[in-house]
């Protein structure tokens, strides 16, 4: 009786962990293209001369990165992601790493989540300061010379956070603090895929740190990829 | 020790002074039309309060090489002439001086602050913000667009606030990271601070004027060499004050022609 | 009747508890000792700040072993921030400032000795003297907060220009907490100077000694009471402007902050206010300030030197003639710190006058001291060298006064070396050797017991050398236009410099390692020091009249009566070659 008991509960886990394994491998894809409609802002060329260490790095100059676009109307730079529907996610240990290069961020954009470290690497030869625009979590401005080493941070709460680099004025770029593990930012095609979704009702969420938000809901039933798009207005100016 | 003291203060005097006996002191060259005034004025300064440095230091320690730990029961004695001779010394030696620099110095002063610019001197507006200088020029129209504080947006490069949708004059407007300019040109600065205070400096110019928030101030100049010179700011913005910089590119006339062409096919 | 009932009333008994007689003390005496006592932590503090700013300016990338224990934030790895450099200066200027060069000569020295030179029995209101120093006590720890806060000390330099100080952390670290703490600090600092200063012209005017005119009074006295004169006038208009500064940051008024400023990107919700007021309200403060830490040096080295060279000044009238007119001409000349600042410049040349004519009764004092060296017996002690120092140190800061008087020059060296080597000549080191002067001149006095001379001599050469070494080149690399206020110097330019920022950063840490030989020998001396006779340096002055360290009343309760002026030397005394202020005997000139 007890050993009938203890196998039928030891089979009961394996089903639940299998399942829950199919869950995790397979489960449902929502992926798509993210493009634009109208004329967007040239992207304009950014002057570094004030910084000759970074300058000398560019043969050609860099160009401003706030409208990213690709072939085909692609939009990149664009955070899509599961806004209602999923469960919050525990934070992994791995750390986001956001590196200054050339005085340009690298990522531009960077999505990570709640809480997870995000590890902050100065590649120049110049001390950049860095400093989140955050207006639900805790803002904050440190500099980091050239030679020291990178630095953690971590922030509690779901926000887009501009970053900027007072001491290089064209510096920017975004956090996406985001509360699962469900997102993707879109790449130079526009494409993005988000897989791994329990089957369950989604609102997904396109964020373009100029063209603004997007929502689409989703229904996941099984083991199937949705194809959803996203498409923002662009202005010249 | 009262020796020992006379030695070491005439041997500091000494050195200390060496350099601008010798003229031996490092100063960058003077690239503007009005500088060679306030170099005048300095050197000026520097033999009048170089000879007051070393007359006062070397006296001083002759007096206490002098009259320092003499013998028990030696004489006290006061200077000829007592009071009276040092405030009527004074008077002479520090009241000429304060009148001659006083009234002289005047002149290299009126050189930048009391001549208006020429009226066909080019206009540049500096706009200074924490932590990097940028320069607007009217473009082909020649004329500036309005500033919008609430739309600047300087990741796209937006630094002064311009509204090209909605304002035409401003979307010809050239901005760049360097102050060009023509050679043997005079030129309009018009000043402009975006937040703090900061400061407009350039060695070789003889400028230094600071951007003070709210009140947009003007500076004219005339660079008489071409190069590259170093635009810094001195009035303390905060933790990049350091590194605010920029470059004033002096060109020639048909350089400083294609700059604006290359520039305005930027825009 | 009514006599005995006045005398009645000033009689206070000695305090009888720990507390009373030791902290919360009325007596000027213990009150004076405090002020100094809180100096000497804000010197080693302000020159230990000033060792990690030279360090990181000489070897920018070199970690300091424990400096990411003060502040993570500041020094990630022990290398320096560009803010923590700022907060490090603008800490270094405030305490200096603030704390060393008003609280030592004027509050410490002047509390102590003021009263007992005129023959009074302690200060006309030693309640409000008592409040003075607590109130800048608690100025002080919440400066010092501002090390341990997550925002850092602030980073807008002691003369915290509007709107940087203004805005709040949008402007950067430590312009948050760190600059609130400032204001809050200089403000309840205001308050302390005010109570001060009101406290030393009414003592100074009621409460003299039978016979002591105000022209018998020391120099010394004098120099404490102009300077208590300025800084009443003068910390009255810092406290309301920093009173302004604080509503503005946060009380969202605009007194400083005009319209349109973006910070960070953020548009700030102000509009009306002027940068420029705030400069004219602190410079009309931080002029001032300059002769309000001067002065009384001045005074105590006439004291010394006099002491020293057995004979009175050529003319002490003129001596203290001419610390009226500068104090008098100090209100004229603020002008002088914004030439390039925006201000009309026609009013440049109005301040350029009164400020080029300062240069005369300063000179007519420096003239008086060198002539009365003549035919002197001057005796070389630890006092009378740091005396002759402050007379150098005057001298040579002075002679650079002549070029930053001068708009037109002061367009090329305004913000460079070129000033900082000016200002830490004339006002703070010149003034420290004041201070150090009357020290080891009065120590004896202060604590019963002599310092050791031959490690005071020691401490004079080191210092006296060693701050032309740091100071002299600071000329040079301004005229040179080296930019001051940099955390590091990032310019093509300044590369040919930098072995003289060397040079100069191993003479600062070898000459701050001199001050150490002070402060054991103050420590040591307080303890184990040779007991100290009544009158040491056979000096005239009252101070001298009363026994070493000075009863709780100063004059065991006996009303000096004064016959002479202050300085009688160079006589047939019946104690030697000098005469008491006190002493009844006549005046014999040999």
């Known amino acids: 009786m007890r050993a009938k008991l203890v196998s039928m509960t030891a089979a009961a886990a394996l089903i639940f962990a299998a399942a829950l394994l199919h869950a995790r491998a397979g489960g449902g894809t929502v992926s798509g293209k993210v493009t634009y409609e109208g004329t967007p802002a040239k992207p304009k060329p950014i002057d570094m001369s004030k910084e000759p260490s970074c300058a000398k790095q560019h043969p050609t100059p860099v160009m401003t990165e706030t409208v990213v676009t690709g072939p085909n109307n692609s939009l990149e730079n664009v955070v899509v992601y599961i806004s209602a529907g999923a469960p919050d996610d525990a934070a992994p240990s791995q750390a986001a790493t956001f590196d200054q290069k050339g005085c340009q961020y690298i990522p531009h954009v960077l999505a990570f989540q709640v809480n997870q470290p995000l590890k902050v690497v100065n590649d120049d030869q110049t001390s950049h300061n860095i400093h989140p625009l955050a207006k639900i979590n805790h803002e904050w401005n440190k500099s980091q010379p050239p030679g020291t080493p990178p630095f953690s941070e971590k922030f509690g709460k779901s926000e887009f956070i501009p970053v900027k680099c007072n001491i290089h004025p064209w510096m920017h770029g975004n956090f996406a603090v985001l509360k699962n593990s469900h997102y993707a930012v879109s790449g130079g095609d526009g494409s993005f895929s988000l897989p791994n979704l329990p089957p369950g009702k989604y609102t997904v969420t396109a964020w373009h740190e100029s063209y603004g938000e997007q929502t689409q809901e989703v229904t996941i039933t099984g083991n199937e990829t949705k194809a959803v798009s996203f498409i923002f207005k662009a202005k010249p100016y | 020790m009262g020796k020992l003291f006379g030695v070491i203060l005439t041997i500091i005097a000494l050195v200390s002074a060496y350099p601008i006996v010798t003229h031996k002191y490092v100063q960058p060259e003077d690239i503007s039309t009005h500088g060679h005034a306030i170099d005048e004025q300095l050197s000026d300064t520097m033999a009048e309060s170089g000879f007051a440095f070393l007359g006062s230091q070397l006296l001083l320690a002759f007096f206490v090489w002098k009259f320092s730990e003499r013998k028990a029961g030696a004489k006290i004695s006061n200077i000829p002439g007592g009071a009276k001779l040092m405030v009527v010394a004074a008077f002479i030696l520090i009241g000429t001086e304060v009148l001659a620099l006083g009234v002289l110095g005047q002149k290299a002063w009126a050189n930048v602050y009391f001549t208006a610019p020429k009226p066909d001197a080019m206009q540049v507006q500096a706009q200074a913000g924490q932590f990097a200088f940028y320069f607007r020029y009217s473009g082909p129209d020649g004329k500036f667009g309005a500033i919008h504080p609430d739309k600047i947006d300087e990741g796209n490069q937006n630094f002064f606030g311009l509204d090209p949708a909605n304002d035409v004059e401003s979307r010809d407007d050239i901005v760049s990271g360097e102050l060009a300019i023509p050679v043997n040109r005079e030129i309009q600065l018009l000043m402009h601070a975006k937040d703090v205070g900061h400061s407009f400096y350039v060695r070789e110019l003889r400028i230094q004027q600071d951007f003070v928030p709210g009140l947009d101030l003007s500076v004219h100049f005339t660079a008489t060499k071409t190069g590259k010179y170093e635009i810094v700011c001195t009035q303390l913005c905060g933790l990049g004050h350091y590194n605010m910089k920029a470059y004033l590119n002096v060109l020639s006339q048909e350089d400083f022609e294609k700059w604006t062409k290359q520039k305005i096919s930027e825009q | ?590």
């Open chain 3, 1 to 590: 009747m009514a006599e005995a009932s006045v005398q009645q009333a000033h009689v206070h008994a000695p305090p009888e508890s720990f507390i009373r007689k030791n902290v919360f003390s009325l007596d000027h005496k213990t009150i004076g000792k405090q002020y100094y006592g809180l100096a000497l932590v804000a010197v080693f503090t302000g020159m230990a700040l000033s060792w990690l700013m030279r360090f990181h300016l000489a070897w920018p990338n070199a970690k300091i072993a424990g400096l990411e224990l003060l502040s993570k934030a500041g020094a990630p790895g022990g290398v320096i921030t560009p803010e923590y450099y700022l907060s490090l200066l603008t800490m270094h200027g405030t305490l200096m400032v603030f704390f060393v060069l008003t609280n030592a000569p004027f509050a410490g020295f002047g509390n102590y000795f003021l009263p007992i030179q005129i023959g009074a029995e302690d200060m006309a209101f030693p309640r409000f003297n008592m409040m003075s120093f607590w109130v800048t006590f608690v100025a002080f720890l919440v400066l010092f907060t501002a090390f341990f806060i997550p925002d850092g000390p602030p980073t807008s330099g002691w003369t915290a220009y509007a709107p940087l100080s203004a805005v709040g952390s949008d402007a950067g670290p430590g312009l948050g907490w760190g600059q609130n703490l400032w204001a809050i600090s200089i403000s309840l600092f205001c308050i302390g100077q005010l109570l001060g200063s009101l406290n030393f012209i009414s003592t100074t005017l009621d409460l003299r000694a039978k016979g002591m005119t105000l022209m018998r009074m020391p120099i010394c006295t004098w120099a404490w009471f102009i300077t208590s004169c300025i800084g009443l006038l003068a910390f009255a208009v810092l406290l309301p402007a920093c009173l302004l500064l604080i509503l503005d940051r946060m009380a969202g008024t605009s007194f400083f902050i005009p319209a349109g400023l973006v910070l960070s990107d953020r548009l700030q919700n102000h509009a009306g206010g002027s940068p420029l007021l705030w400069q004219h309200l602190f410079w009309f403060f931080g002029h001032p300030e300059v002769y309000i830490a001067i002065l009384p040096a001045m005074g105590i080295v006439s004291h010394v030197l006099i002491t020293s060279m057995r004979k009175p000044l050529l003319s002490a009238k003129v001596i203290i003639y001419s610390m009226m007119s500068i104090g008098f001409l100090s209100w004229m000349v603020w002008g002088h710190h914004m030439f390039v600042s925006g201000m009309n410049p026609f009013s440049s040349l109005l301040f350029s006058f009164p400020t080029l004519t300062i240069t005369i009764p300063a000179t007519i004092m420096t003239l008086i001291w060198l002539g009365s060296l003549y035919g002197a017996n001057l005796q070389i002690t630890s006092a009378s060298l740091f005396a002759l120092g402050f007379v150098s140190m005057f001298v040579s800061g002075g002679v650079s006064g002549f070029f930053l008087a001068q708009p037109s020059i002061d367009i090329y060296l305004h913000a460079t070396y070129f000033v900082v080597g000016h200002f830490h000549m004339v006002m703070g080191v010149a003034a420290i050797f004041g201070i150090l002067s009357g020290t080891y001149f009065w120590f004896p006095k202060m604590s019963g017991r002599m310092m050791n001379e031959t490690l005071g001599k020691l401490h004079f050469w080191i210092t006296f050398v060693g701050t032309y070494c740091i100071f002299m080149p600071f000329h040079y690399l301004g005229m040179a236009g080296n930019v001051r206020r940099y955390s590091s110097f990032v310019d093509d330019f300044m590369a040919p410099l930098l072995p003289l920022h060397k040079f100069i950063t191993i003479a600062a840490l070898i000459t701050g390692a001199g001050q150490f030989i002070f402060l054991y020998n103050l420590i040591h001396s307080r303890f184990r020091g040779k007991p100290a006779p009544q009158n040491p340096w056979n000096g005239t002055s009252l101070e001298w009249s009363i026994p070493s360290p000075p009863p709780w009343n100063n004059f065991g309760g006996k009303h000096p009566v004064v016959y002479h002026d202050s300085y009688q030397y160079g006589l047939k005394g019946s104690k030697g070659d000098y005469v008491m202020q006190d002493s009844p005997e006549q005046i014999v000139t040999e």
